[in-house]
């Protein structure tokens, strides 16, 4: 099939359930014409990359050249980026083309995705219930057939969690694995572009793809990257899964927990030993996240300031027109998140809120370091507490933090993880994720791969 | 040191200064401090800009390493010790001209600490040191441009994102005077080892001070304020008394100092308070999470250590030693690196030391100043040298090596060449002396009869009669030697 009619595909299935009133809202600017220009130019091509042909959209917070990027945010309206992403770049020369522009909680910050300014996006599952986020629209345009590869961006289980919500894939790869130039910043020590994918090959090859160092991003790591859409294997014999107790305490829905322990039996089934362990810091993890986030958004976010691009409210004075414009132009849950990281910043508080939540995190790294130091090559852990919830339900800002409590560990240890579908409750997906250590994509894909495997062999 | 003698009220007798000064420097690399485009001066508005300098969405840093290399020699040329790890952080603050809405600084860990520079000596010849507490690495923000649209601010971001060092000194100067030197002294430093062009002018030198008063004989430090808007040495050394005249009033009349921001209005000498939330920020400063702690290799430390220049301290040693100067000619040598290595350069080339010294500080400087671009030498050192040499060997005279050096300076010619052309060479052929002579003794039968007879003071006017009918060709000593014998001789 060339790359056009795959294009083509895409933008019937985008019309078929993305538009008007009761469509998903997941995508929020396309150029049609444009995208089959450049299927036409990649079906035209003497050499075929690794993904020839194949659709993909981009959350909105990576940056494009032909469609606009807001970040799913007033303050960025009718923002058209003047450079292109690396991740954008590395999946164009592979031959995928861009055929959307994902919606997504504003500036990567919520659940739920029922944070951004253009409206939230339904889960294709069930339409009642949120998809995620902040990733949402990434995941959502996956799990309805729109495309079989998205870019999301992880800050605390954007990807993971969004995945688990959909019934797909989603991988987080280790901090460092893939530039973030071009990436806008939420909060730039736990930032990574993650992968979608309806299976784990096509997350395995969107990410083998953009992972890599890149010189414009002084954070990305000079680490060689393995073929991970390869690293399948007939079974899983010497491999040891740790399953960190802290992940399945006693309040855990049990429905949850018993799709975990299916899904452990299955591993074990392929010849992986599994063994009990601990991460004694697992519960500090959100409250040390919800500090060193919104303090590194605080200062990320200054640059919307309506001084050079995007939204600008006229006002009398400069100090006026910063406040009438940033309080136009972002919403609720950023707002609450810039005054937070302000307050954590600020002198007389830096000590006690964002230097001790420096050195909880480092215990929270050690804690993984430890168990893979002991021999463990993966954990397992359910990818969230709950499958996708209504819209409406979690009103609370704690409640809904709560949300990334088995996913922000990964983000703040800066280690890889990837949610992988292990079944349904009462017809919701629900995922399970693999943790591996600091660059070892290879080994969770290996995991990945077989849980996969050996669902579809289950059924 | 050409500062002016203070001019304070009587007031300030009872009272000591106390100064430290806070010194921007623009590091002289081609890019700016976190991309690649241009940091050049003078650019048209906004020509020298890119997503990183300009802080669009999802633009990151990365670290120039010049910009390293020369901030670790600056810190080794004021004898700072170099972190192995420095970390850089955000210091936050809004500003139209601060893009990010945060600037890349050093806060906590910096580049260098504890340096030290030698401003002077004292009167018995110990020299007066002031202590540096750090050297830290930062971008410059843009320009905010109030002037060139009614109503309105314009930004060039062209500055935005030009790697700065920080040089901050402890609190240990004692006048506006010692201030003045250290600045002098810091420059003369920095241009030593072309870590910046140090022009206050445009900006690649900027300097805030931090003055105070107390009584003399009290040790604690009084309450500082802060000077800013000081935009010349001379400058400096005005507002420092300015602004210690009026702590010190305020004391004398039983008032307490406030902790507070001033600017230096240079037109009309005055300073006056900032507006006071300009002295008051929260820079809520915090690890830059874009880059990675700097890590600089000890064995990388100390080689840039090794490969630093010659400084001046060590140069005016050297001169005095080798080449017998005195200390005002020392000063004018080693004023600035380039002189130096000119005047050693002559030398080298076979002139005469001190010779040499008087040619370049008088002659050489003059064209230097005059010419359009201050660092195309206005004659090569070999070509001075020649000349030099020249008159030591009575090739020609002091006054026609003088006129050579004046079309050598136009023209790029030999001197020896133009010595030839212009006839300047020094006749020292007897028929042709012997004319000159018998010629200005004939048509000055006066003056000759009287010469004649014995009077030898005459002989100095004759000897300048003989220049002049040569045309300044004849040789003195030669003419001299010649009008002797004539006298003995009672010709």
Same mark, same amino acid.
């Given at each position: 099939?060339?790359?056009?009619?795959?294009?083509?595909?895409?933008?019937?299935?985008?019309?078929?359930?993305?538009?008007?009133?009761?469509?998903?809202?997941?995508?929020?600017?396309?150029?049609?014409?444009?995208?089959?220009?450049?299927?036409?130019?990649?079906?035209?091509?003497?050499?075929?990359?690794?993904?020839?042909?194949?659709?993909?959209?981009?959350?909105?917070?990576?940056? #494009?050249?032909?469609?606009?990027?807001?970040?799913?945010?007033?303050?960025?309206?009718?923002?058209?980026?003047?450079?292109?992403?690396?991740?954008?770049?590395?999946?164009?020369?592979?031959?995928?083309?861009?055929?959307?522009?994902?919606?997504?909680?504003?500036?990567?910050?919520?659940?739920?995705?029922?944070?951004?300014?253009?409206?939230?996006?339904?889960?294709?599952?069930?339409?009642?219930?949120?998809?995620?986020?902040?990733?949402?629209?990434?995941?959502?345009?996956?799990?309805?057939?729109?495309?079989?590869?998205?870019?999301?961006?992880?800050?605390?289980?954007?990807?993971?969690?969004?995945?688990?919500?959909?019934?797909?894939?989603?991988?987080?790869?280790?901090?460092?694995?893939?530039?973030?130039?071009?990436?806008?910043?939420?909060?730039?020590?736990?930032?990574?572009?993650?992968?979608?994918?309806?299976?784990?090959?096509?997350?395995?090859?969107?990410?083998?793809?953009?992972?890599?160092?890149?010189?414009?991003?002084?954070?990305?790591?000079?680490?060689?990257?393995?073929?991970?859409?390869?690293?399948?294997?007939?079974?899983?014999?010497?491999?040891?899964?740790?399953?960190?107790?802290?992940?399945?305490?006693?309040?855990?829905?049990?429905?949850?927990?018993?799709?975990?322990?299916?899904?452990?039996?299955?591993?074990?089934?392929?010849?992986?030993?599994?063994?009990?362990?601990?991460?004694?810091?697992?519960?500090?993890?959100?409250?040390?996240?919800?500090?060193?986030?919104?303090?590194?958004?605080?200062?990320?976010?200054?640059?919307?300031?309506?001084?050079?691009?995007?939204?600008?409210?006229?006002?009398?004075?400069?100090?006026?027109?910063?406040?009438?414009?940033?309080?136009?132009?972002?919403?609720?849950?950023?707002?609450?998140?810039?005054?937070?990281?302000?307050?954590?910043?600020?002198?007389?508080?830096?000590?006690?809120?964002?230097?001790?939540?420096?050195?909880?995190?480092?215990?929270?790294?050690?804690?993984?370091?430890?168990?893979?130091?002991?021999?463990?090559?993966?954990?397992?852990?359910?990818?969230?507490?709950?499958?996708?919830?209504?819209?409406?339900?979690?009103?609370?800002?704690?409640?809904?933090?709560?949300?990334?409590?088995? #996913?922000?560990?990964?983000?703040?240890?800066?280690?890889?993880?990837?949610?992988?579908?292990?079944?349904?409750?009462?017809?919701?997906?629900?995922?399970?994720?693999?943790?591996?250590?600091?660059?070892?994509?290879?080994?969770?894909?290996?995991?990945?791969?077989?849980?996969?495997?050996?669902?579809?062999?289950?059924? | 040191?050409?500062?002016?003698?203070?001019?304070?009220?009587?007031?300030?007798?009872?009272?000591?200064?106390?100064?430290?000064?806070?010194?921007?420097?623009?590091?002289?690399?081609?890019?700016? $401090?976190?991309?690649?485009?241009?940091?050049?001066?003078?650019?048209?508005?906004?020509?020298?800009?890119?997503?990183?300098?300009?802080?669009?969405?999802?633009?990151?840093?990365?670290?120039?390493?010049?910009?390293?290399?020369?901030?670790?020699?600056?810190?080794?040329?004021?004898?700072?010790?170099?972190?192995?790890?420095?970390?850089?952080?955000?210091?936050?603050?809004?500003?139209?001209?601060?893009?990010?809405?945060?600037?890349?600084?050093?806060?906590?860990?910096?580049?260098?600490?504890?340096?030290?520079?030698?401003?002077?000596?004292?009167?018995?010849?110990?020299?007066?040191?002031?202590?540096?507490?750090?050297?830290?690495?930062?971008?410059?923000?843009?320009?905010?441009?109030?002037?060139?649209?009614?109503?309105?601010?314009?930004?060039?971001?062209?500055?935005?994102?030009?790697?700065?060092?920080?040089?901050?000194?402890?609190?240990?100067?004692?006048?506006?005077?010692?201030?003045?030197?250290?600045?002098?002294?810091?420059?003369?430093?920095?241009?030593?080892?072309?870590?910046?062009?140090?022009?206050?002018?445009?900006?690649?030198?900027?300097?805030?001070?931090?003055?105070?008063?107390?009584?003399?004989?009290?040790?604690?430090?009084?309450?500082?304020?802060?000077?800013?808007?000081?935009?010349?040495?001379?400058?400096?050394?005005?507002?420092?008394?300015?602004?210690?005249?009026?702590?010190?009033?305020?004391?004398?009349?039983?008032?307490?100092?406030?902790?507070?921001?001033?600017?230096?209005?240079?037109?009309?000498?005055?300073?006056?308070?900032?507006?006071?939330?300009?002295?008051?920020?929260?820079?809520?400063?915090?690890?830059?999470?874009?880059?990675?702690?700097?890590?600089?290799?000890?064995?990388?430390?100390?080689?840039?250590?090794?490969?630093?220049?010659?400084?001046?301290?060590?140069?005016?040693?050297?001169?005095?030693?080798?080449?017998?100067?005195?200390?005002?000619?020392?000063?004018?040598?080693?004023?600035?690196?380039?002189?130096?290595?000119?005047?050693?350069?002559?030398?080298?080339?076979?002139?005469?030391?001190?010779?040499?010294?008087?040619?370049?500080?008088?002659?050489?400087?003059?064209? $230097?100043?005059?010419?359009?671009?201050?660092?195309?030498?206005?004659?090569?050192?070999?070509?001075?040298?020649?000349?030099?040499?020249?008159?030591?060997?009575?090739?020609?005279?002091?006054?026609?090596?003088?006129?050579?050096?004046?079309?050598?300076?136009?023209?790029?010619?030999?001197?020896?060449?133009?010595?030839?052309?212009?006839?300047?060479?020094?006749?020292?052929?007897?028929?042709?002396?012997?004319?000159?002579?018998?010629?200005?003794?004939?048509?000055?039968?006066?003056?000759?009869?009287?010469?004649?007879?014995?009077?030898?003071?005459?002989?100095?006017?004759?000897?300048?009669?003989?220049?002049?009918?040569?045309?300044?060709?004849?040789?003195?000593?030669?003419?001299?030697?010649?009008?002797?014998?004539?006298?003995?001789?009672?010709?």
């Amino acid at each position: 099939m060339s790359a056009v009619a795959h294009v083509r595909d895409a933008f019937a299935r985008m019309a078929e359930v993305d538009a008007g009133p009761t469509g998903l809202n997941c995508i929020l600017w396309t150029d049609e014409e444009r995208a089959l220009a450049d299927a036409a130019s990649v079906d035209a091509a003497a050499t075929h990359g690794e993904l020839a042909g194949v659709p993909f959209v981009a959350k909105d917070n990576i940056a #494009t050249t032909h469609l606009q990027t807001t970040c799913g945010s007033r303050i960025l309206e009718g923002y058209v980026s003047p450079y292109e992403a690396t991740v954008i770049t590395r999946l164009r020369d592979a031959g995928a083309v861009l055929v959307g522009k994902s919606n997504c909680d504003e500036f990567a910050m919520g659940s739920s995705n029922e944070f951004s300014a253009w409206g939230p996006v339904l889960n294709p599952v069930d339409r009642t219930r949120v998809p995620g986020g902040s990733s949402g629209g990434s995941a959502a345009t996956v799990a309805a057939g729109i495309v079989r590869i998205a870019l999301g961006s992880e800050t605390g289980g954007s990807v993971r969690q969004p995945a688990s919500y959909c019934g797909i894939v989603g991988v987080k790869p280790t901090y460092g694995r893939v530039s973030r130039f071009g990436l806008v910043a939420f909060a730039s020590s736990l930032d990574q572009v993650g992968v979608f994918g309806t299976t784990v090959h096509d997350a395995a090859l969107g990410l083998e793809v953009i992972a890599g160092r890149d010189a414009l991003d002084a954070t990305s790591a000079d680490c060689p990257v393995d073929r991970y859409s390869t690293a399948g294997t007939a079974d899983l014999k010497g491999v040891v899964i740790g399953r960190p107790r802290e992940y399945f305490p006693a309040t855990l829905d049990p429905r949850v927990a018993a799709r975990c322990e299916a899904a452990l039996d299955l591993l074990r089934a392929r010849g992986a030993e599994v063994r009990d362990v601990s991460l004694p810091h697992t519960d500090l993890a959100i409250p040390v996240y919800y500090i060193i986030a919104p303090a590194e958004a605080s200062s990320n976010l200054a640059r919307f300031d309506g001084v050079r691009y995007g939204l600008r409210v006229p006002a009398n004075g400069l100090r006026e027109m910063y406040e009438s414009t940033r309080t136009r132009g972002f919403g609720p849950e950023v707002t609450r998140r810039i005054l937070l990281g302000t307050y954590v910043l600020s002198a007389g508080y830096y000590d006690a809120y964002y230097k001790k939540a420096q050195e909880v995190r480092t215990l929270i790294a050690q804690d993984f370091r430890a168990v893979f130091d002991a021999g463990v090559h993966l954990l397992f852990t359910p990818t969230t507490p709950t499958p996708a919830f209504e819209f409406g339900a979690k009103s609370d800002p704690y409640e809904m933090y709560l949300n990334d409590i088995f #996913t922000a560990t990964a983000n703040l240890a800066g280690v890889p993880a990837i949610s992988v579908p292990i079944g349904d409750i009462d017809g919701l997906p629900i995922g399970g994720q693999l943790i591996a250590r600091h660059f070892d994509e290879q080994t969770m894909f290996r995991g990945a791969f077989a849980l996969e495997a050996a669902r579809a062999g289950a059924r | 040191m050409s500062a002016k003698e203070s001019t304070l009220p009587s007031v300030c007798d009872a009272y000591e200064m106390v100064v430290g000064l806070e010194v921007h420097v623009q590091l002289l690399t081609r890019t700016k $401090a976190f991309c690649s485009c241009s940091s050049a001066y003078g650019a048209a508005p906004n020509a020298n800009t890119c997503p990183v300098c300009l802080a669009l969405p999802g633009a990151l840093p990365v670290l120039n390493e010049e910009a390293v290399r020369l901030a670790v020699r600056a810190a080794h040329a004021l004898s700072a010790t170099v972190n192995e790890t420095s970390i850089f952080a955000r210091k936050n603050y809004f500003y139209p001209d601060l893009p990010k809405g945060y600037q890349i600084s050093q806060f906590d860990k910096p580049l260098a600490e504890q340096g030290k520079l030698d401003i002077g000596k004292n009167a018995d010849g110990t020299p007066i040191t002031v202590r540096i507490t750090r050297v830290h690495m930062e971008e410059d923000a843009g320009k905010s441009v109030h002037d060139r649209y009614s109503g309105a601010t314009a930004i060039d971001l062209n500055r935005s994102g030009v790697p700065l060092i920080e040089i901050v000194s402890e609190p240990d100067m004692r006048s506006a005077r010692e201030a003045g030197a250290y600045l002098r002294a810091l420059k003369q430093v920095i241009e030593y080892t072309s870590v910046s062009d140090a022009n206050m002018e445009e900006g690649s030198l900027r300097v805030d001070a931090n003055v105070s008063a107390r009584l003399r004989g009290e040790t604690k430090l009084g309450t500082k304020t802060e000077v800013k808007n000081l935009n010349s040495f001379s400058g400096v050394e005005r507002a420092l008394e300015v602004e210690f005249a009026r702590q010190c009033e305020v004391l004398a009349s039983g008032g307490t100092i406030t902790q507070h921001t001033m600017l230096w209005d240079a037109n009309r000498g005055e300073v006056r308070p900032a507006r006071s939330k300009e002295g008051s920020h929260d820079y809520r400063y915090f690890p830059e999470p874009d880059l990675p702690p700097l890590r600089l290799a000890p064995a990388w430390i100390d080689q840039s250590r090794m490969a630093l220049p010659e400084l001046p301290s060590a140069k005016q040693a050297r001169f005095a030693a080798d080449y017998k100067l005195t200390p005002a000619e020392i000063e004018v040598l080693t004023a600035d690196a380039p002189t130096g290595s000119y005047y050693e350069a002559v030398v080298k080339a076979g002139a005469d030391p001190k010779a040499a010294a008087n040619w370049v500080i008088r002659d050489y400087k003059q064209a $230097a100043n005059a010419s359009p671009d201050p660092r195309v030498e206005p004659i090569s050192s070999g070509s001075l040298a020649d000349l030099v040499k020249m008159v030591s060997n009575d090739v020609v005279s002091r006054s026609a090596a003088a006129k050579i050096f004046t079309i050598a300076v136009q023209t790029k010619e030999p001197p020896l060449d133009i010595a030839k052309r212009e006839g300047l060479i020094q006749e020292r052929n007897e028929d042709a002396l012997t004319g000159w002579v018998d010629q200005v003794l004939a048509e000055n039968p006066d003056v000759a009869s009287r010469f004649r007879g014995g009077d030898k003071k005459l002989q100095g006017v004759l000897v300048g009669l003989v220049m002049k009918a040569s045309k300044g060709r004849a040789d003195p000593k030669a003419v001299n030697q010649l009008l002797s014998a004539r006298a003995a001789a009672g010709e």
